[in-house]
């Protein structure tokens, strides 16, 4: 199984690493190590480039999650770097803290539109700088979003710590902030959730990785709203340097 430092040092930009296994079909290889995020929970999967040891590069135009393990997609058109052989797995730095800072501003979104108007999320989905999110809220209007994106920008001028925890399943589900999320569709097998927590705002299960303070995210403006049914309203924003 491969370890990998995002879940627990978001901050980590490459990493000294083996290849243990390649598969030339997916033109894939598995690392011991890595700082690749695989993707999920609406964050898109890194990029970035593997340089070997004894020379050569290659580009990483993805990763994936397959049971525990991440396998890192290479760019079509060459060799896959040997089994064995001796690599530094750098990320595309820029775009990967652009989607934290987006990451963490969706969450405040969350925490603002839980606090003040109770209600909940439904799904959401991310790019660098933009994304968007689903709640279950009966009415919106122009003005409400307004005093929403109002909101969240206290709370990035708060700068509030974001924590990230590893938490044994029982420990988790007893709190009861989290059964708003969608913790309660994680499969049997898992044992431990891992959560981010904004300090005094917001708590959720989360898989992501996030700035450590939302001060870090810039000014954050809703680019618009729209319905997606009855019960479900869509708020689009996008994060801009502060
Ligand atoms: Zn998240």
């Known amino acids: 199984m491969s370890e990998n430092v995002c879940y627990t040092d978001a901050y980590a930009r490459q990493t000294e690493a083996t290849v243990i296994e390649a598969d030339q079909e997916a033109h894939a290889v598995l690392l011991d190590r890595t700082v690749f995020y695989p993707g999920g929970g609406g964050q898109p999967a890194d990029t970035g480039q ?9 580009r990483i135009t993805g990763a994936r999650k397959r049971g525990d393990d991440i396998w890192h997609t290479v760019e079509e058109g060459g060799e896959l770097p040997a089994v064995n052989a001796r690599v530094t797995a750098e990320l595309d730095w820029e775009r990967r803290h652009r989607l ?7 969450h405040v979104l969350c925490g603002v539109v839980w606090r003040d108007h109770q209600a909940s999320v439904t799904g959401g989905n991310m790019e660098p700088l933009s994304g968007r999110m689903d709640f279950e809220f009966e009415t919106m209007s122009g003005d409400l979003v307004g005093e929403i994106e109002q909101r969240v920008n206290e709370e990035v001028d708060a700068d509030r ?20 999320t969608k913790i309660n569709l994680l499969p049997e097998g898992i044992t431990e959730i891992r959560t981010i927590e904004i300090v005094g705002l917001d708590l959720q299960a989360d898989g992501g990785t996030h700035v450590a303070h939302t001060g870090e995210i810039g000014r954050v403006r809703v680019t618009g709203y729209e319905s997606k049914g009855r019960i479900n309203k869509r708020i689009r924003i996008e994060v801009v340097d502060g």
């Not at 710590?161 to 708003?180: F, K, N, Q, S, T």
């Open 50 to 58: 593997l340089v070997g040891e004894s020379g050569g590069s290659w």
């Open 100 to 106: 934290m800072r987006t990451h963490s501003a969706l």
């Open 161 to 180: 710590e974001i924590r990230v925890a590893i938490l044994p399943r029982e420990e988790a589900l007893a709190i009861p902030d989290l059964i708003r």
